[in-house]
């Protein structure tokens, strides 16, 4: 809630969104409602004082994905999957794209190939011609889609961004599993304008989360090696097209 709030201070009035767009891990969503349902909850008895959290407007999106996240639990109890079946069975609990069928595609369609992955789905540095893991094919779990925002779900959250009258101050983008607070950008190693507000912010961030007990890093790019550079992200395409204060929350298996 801290590091939020040294978002929000920064932000004035503007809106933020938080938003849940990949990896569909079957107990992550509950987890996105549930910390907002804290915030909600908790943030006058923490800043009693103070007017940031009144003046501020907070927009969650807990599960952007949501044809992606049923397919993660058991169809004939609703409970998680136990099945690890790359998309091909009645579920799969490590399903990462949504559940769109494939293109006409010679070869493709036979194969039961479905889905796009929504966090290479969107319109910066989009595409697989010299994108960082990224697929052009549809049955490849970073398949990118036939064209930036073709999946109905990352352009209904362009559209609500877009719709703000006065843009959006910062996104907050829940993913799992990695243990680690990232900031553009995700598809260089290059070093965005802002470098200096997104690491301060994003370090804070980072310190907050592992007072969980669970120690997170703060990195962008490829997180020094240990991670991957990635095209067409959430994050990046906040940050590029709309200048948003932009952070990729990874958090732990469950």
């Known amino acids: 809630l ?11 009035q503007l809106p933020g969104l938080v938003n849940w767009t990949a990896q569909t891990n079957v107990s992550a ?3 996105c409602v549930n910390f907002w349902s804290l915030l909600l909850d908790m943030q006058y008895d923490l800043y009693p004082d103070e007017l940031t959290w009144s003046v501020t407007r907070v927009m969650v999106v807990p599960v952007v994905n949501p044809d992606g996240y049923v397919f993660t639990r058991a ?3 609703g409970r998680p999957c136990t099945a690890y079946l790359s998309g091909l069975g009645e579920c799969d609990r490590l399903w990462r794209k949504n559940r769109s069928p494939s293109p006409p595609m010679s070869g493709y369609a036979q194969r039961n190939c479905v889905g796009v992955d929504l966090n290479r789905n969107w319109g910066l540095d989009w595409g697989p011609r010299g994108g960082e893991s990224v697929s052009d094919h549809p049955c490849g779990k970073t398949y990118s889609g036939e ?4 999946a109905p779900e990352t352009l209904a959250v362009k559209q609500l961004v877009e719709a703000e009258d006065g843009g959006v101050f910062a996104l907050v ?10 900031s553009p950008w995700h598809h260089t190693n290059v070093l965005p304008v802002h470098a200096l507000i997104l690491d ?5 961030f980072a310190r907050t989360m592992s007072m969980s007990g ?9 997180l020094g090696g240990d991670l991957y550079l990635a095209s067409g992200t959430a994050g990046d395409w906040a940050y590029g097209a709309h200048q948003m204060l932009s ?3 990874e958090l732990p298996p469950m």
């Open 247 to 249: 952070f990729t929350v």
């Open 75 to 77: 169809p004939e109890t």
């Open 147 to 150: 064209s930036s925002f073709s």
């Open 2 to 12: 801290d590091a939020l709030r040294g978002i929000v201070d920064l932000g004035s």
């Open 214 to 222: 669970i120690d997170y890093a703060f990195s962008r790019g490829d």
């Open 29 to 31: 969503p509950s987890r």
């Open 200 to 204: 301060e912010v994003g370090q804070r």
């Open 173 to 182: 983008d829940f993913h799992c599993y990695f243990q680690a607070v990232l």
